[in-house]
């Protein structure tokens, strides 16, 4: 969007803090982003493709009709930062810290010893918050589809499924 002198503003959130980028670089997209302009390394390079979930962050925005936030899990290496204006991102830095506090779905995950070399588990408790907040009482099965994109090579899923169904009725 251009402002009154001209300049094409981008304008979204990102855990909370308003970013106003000015003639944003249409090839760019969130994962580099959030990493190199934000200095926000929890969201991890894996693939740079899509297909293992590394990058995962949520993504807010409002539906045009109905006026009601919705919440998705999107892969950071594929958004471009230009289809982010009006948008809020979450990253894993969002949502809770060994500092401040981890947040339920980052405890329960290593309370089940759902993470080994821990390269995968941002992506993977990211996918999971964006569930828990859409679904606070998810089932097995939307747990299997929210994970679906997320890959991990050490652990394997059984610890990783076993935290997150402590969320299920």
């Known amino acids: 969007m251009a402002n009154a ?13 308003k970013i106003i980028e000015k003639n944003a670089d249409p090839e760019v997209t969130l994962l580099p982003y959030l990493r190199k302009n934000l200095l926000l390394t929890g969201t991890k ?4 493709g899509g297909g293992c979930g590394a990058c995962t962050v949520m993504v807010s925005t409002i539906h045009p009709v109905s006026r009601k936030i919705l919440h998705y899990s999107a892969n950071a290496c594929l958004l471009p930062i230009c289809s982010l204006h009006g948008t809020a991102i979450t990253t894993v830095e969002g949502i809770g810290s060994t500092t401040s506090r981890l947040h339920p779905v980052q405890e329960r995950i290593a309370k089940a010893h759902g993470s080994q070399c821990g390269f ?5 408790v990211m996918s999971m918050y964006a569930l828990v907040r859409n679904h606070r009482e998810p089932t097995m099965d939307q747990i299997y589809e929210a994970l679906g994109g997320n890959l991990c090579r050490c652990t394997g899923y059984r610890p990783i499924i076993d935290g997150c169904k402590t969320f299920c009725n």
């Not at 995968?120 to 993977?124: A, L, S, V």
């Open 5 to 17: 002198a001209g300049v094409c503003e981008l304008i979204f959130f990102v855990n909370g803090r």
């Open 45 to 48: 390079y894996g693939c740079g």
């Open 120 to 124: 995968c588990t941002p992506g993977m």
